[in-house]
């Protein structure tokens, strides 16, 4: 767990399949992702990022509010997938529902789940990619201090050819000295 100001960082609980599901069907938050997700894609990552948890000790981890319990999204590290550039890398990333943006709630989530990975994990570097058209997202690698990867631009394997969110941008933060 991670404890912010505002925010704790945990393990995925199943009263957390339904807020989750309402957001991954939030044309709006899933504008640069892709389909909306089925009652079976929200339960198989749940349970992904309950094994990655499980396996690594971290994950994408749910962010609960903390004044009352409210589950507004996701935000934490895992490992970058396969066949992409940040294979074998750290990843950063994050989704909040709707309701919650603009509020600074992905920066604090964000910024704390990168002081934890400096704190206890040994990574040289952290990565985030995401579509050229989603500013917001890298907007916040921006503030973070991350910076693009320069020839880092790639087709995501797991979008299919064509579909416009294929080609994604790359950002690195490198640790601290």
């Not at 899933?30 to 909306?36: I, Y």
């Not at 589950?71 to 909040?96: D, H, S, V, Y």
């Not at 529902?97 to 400096?118: I, K, V």
Request: glycine share 10%.
């Amino acid at each position: 767990m991670i404890d912010t100001e505002r925010l704790i960082l945990r393990g995925w609980r199943q009263e957390d399949h339904v807020p989750f599901h309402a957001m991954g069907n939030d044309p709006r938050v899933m504008r640069f992702l892709g389909a909306a997700l089925t009652e079976a894609e929200v339960t198989a990552t749940i349970e992904r990022q309950n094994q990655v948890l499980d396996h690594h000790g971290y994950c994408f981890w749910a962010i609960e509010r903390r004044n009352d319990g409210e589950f507004l999204g996701f935000c934490g590290i895992k490992p970058g997938p396969a066949g992409t550039p940040i294979a074998g890398e750290l990843e950063i990333g994050w989704r909040l529902a709707h309701d919650y943006w603009g509020q600074g709630y992905a920066r604090e989530a964000a910024q704390a789940s990168l002081d934890w990975t400096w704190r206890n994990l040994d990574a040289p570097h952290v990565a985030a990619m995401t579509v050229q058209a989603n500013e917001a997202s890298w907007g916040l690698m921006t503030r973070l201090g991350m910076h693009r990867v320069v020839g880092g631009d790639f087709d995501h394997p797991l979008v299919p050819e064509g579909d416009p969110l294929r080609r994604h941008i790359l950002y690195r933060i490198e640790r601290p000295a």
